[in-house]
């Protein structure tokens, strides 16, 4: 037996077995982490003349019959996670706006229907003047 001030390891060769067990006076939080305020905006990453905006998103959505079949009903689970960049100008003239992003979806069950999506686009705005200007997306 080891013991340490943060806790015993107890190692079982035999079962392949790792317990770790702390003392007593380890913290354990006691609130719920805190969510961004509905009016919250993210800044982004400054990235030259340009802001970098990163996002992931994760779905998780229940389909009761992922072949669309009246005869042979399949249902499963599918995870979506879907990572997004954004790449904003922020000159003080003219506007350039790039963004790219996967939707990678795993089935629980059905791992053959797994699937990747992807896009990518871009939009710009050229000031011709202080109050005309040409955009485009």
Excluded: W
Aim: aromatic letters at 8%.
């Amino acid at each position: 037996m080891i013991k340490g001030a943060m806790g015993i390891i107890v190692v079982c060769g035999a079962v392949g077995l790792v317990t770790i067990s702390t003392d007593a006076t380890a913290q354990v939080p006691t609130a719920a982490p805190q969510q961004a305020p509905e009016d919250y905006k993210a800044i982004g990453i400054p990235f030259g003349g340009f802001r970098l905006m990163p996002t992931v998103n994760v779905k998780e959505t229940y389909n009761s019959n992922i072949y669309a079949d009246d005869v042979n009903e399949k249902e499963d689970y599918i995870t979506t996670i879907s990572p997004e960049l954004r790449l904003n100008s922020n000159f003080s003239n003219h506007a350039l706006n790039l963004n790219a992003g996967l939707d990678q979806n795993y089935y629980a069950d059905n791992t053959s229907e797994d699937y990747l999506d992807y896009h990518f686009g871009g939009d710009g705005r050229l000031d011709v003047t202080a109050t005309r200007n040409l955009r485009r997306a």
